[in-house]
């Protein structure tokens, strides 16, 4: 049976995403998957798109992208946390198997470094590490 992995992403900063989401999609390719991706604006409405995805519960493994880049106000303190905490939240109460790749960075710069696939591959990994996590929930089934 074919796992089937949910990409949830933010599209908040496309050109950054555009690459988050390459590099997480070709890591799946590489594995006998099947993948879905929905779209929310925002890193806040990572959790409660997951949380409707969960209640659906037709997906094995998780991936979340996006990206929060410092501003000139404590907003980006409060989406980091709030979204951390709400992704984690779900993780925890529903043993999930997520890969994380919503990156919090203080400027575009750092985004794009983390972002490309050529260089950090944040999309890539976080898709090799839900991968990993359902591997590791099923040893412990």
């Given at each position: 049976m074919t796992?089937?992995?949910?990409?949830?992403?933010?599209?908040?900063?496309?050109?950054?995403?555009?690459?988050?989401?390459?590099g997480a999609?070709?890591?799946?390719?590489?594995h006998d998957v099947t993948e879905t991706v929905i779209t929310v604006p925002g890193a806040l409405e990572i959790p409660a798109a997951l949380n409707f995805?969960?209640?659906?519960?037709?997906?094995?493994?998780?991936?979340?992208?996006?990206?929060?880049?410092?501003?000139?106000?404590?907003?980006?303190?409060?989406?980091?946390?709030?979204?951390?905490?709400?992704?984690?939240?779900q993780v925890l109460e529903h043993d999930l198997a997520l890969g994380n790749a919503i990156?919090?960075?203080?400027?575009?710069?750092?985004?794009l470094a983390r972002a490309d696939t050529a260089r950090k591959n944040k999309g890539g990994e976080a898709a090799r590490a839900a991968l990993e996590m359902l591997k590791l929930k099923r040893q412990f089934q």
């Open positions: 796992d089937r992995v949910l990409i949830i992403e933010a599209r908040y900063y496309n050109h950054i995403n555009d690459m988050l989401l390459d999609r070709k890591e799946l390719a590489r995805a969960i209640t659906k519960g037709d997906f094995d493994a998780f991936v979340v992208l996006g990206c929060i880049i410092r501003g000139e106000t404590t907003h980006y303190d409060v989406v980091q946390n709030e979204s951390a905490r709400g992704v984690y939240q990156l919090t960075v203080e400027n575009e710069e750092q985004a």
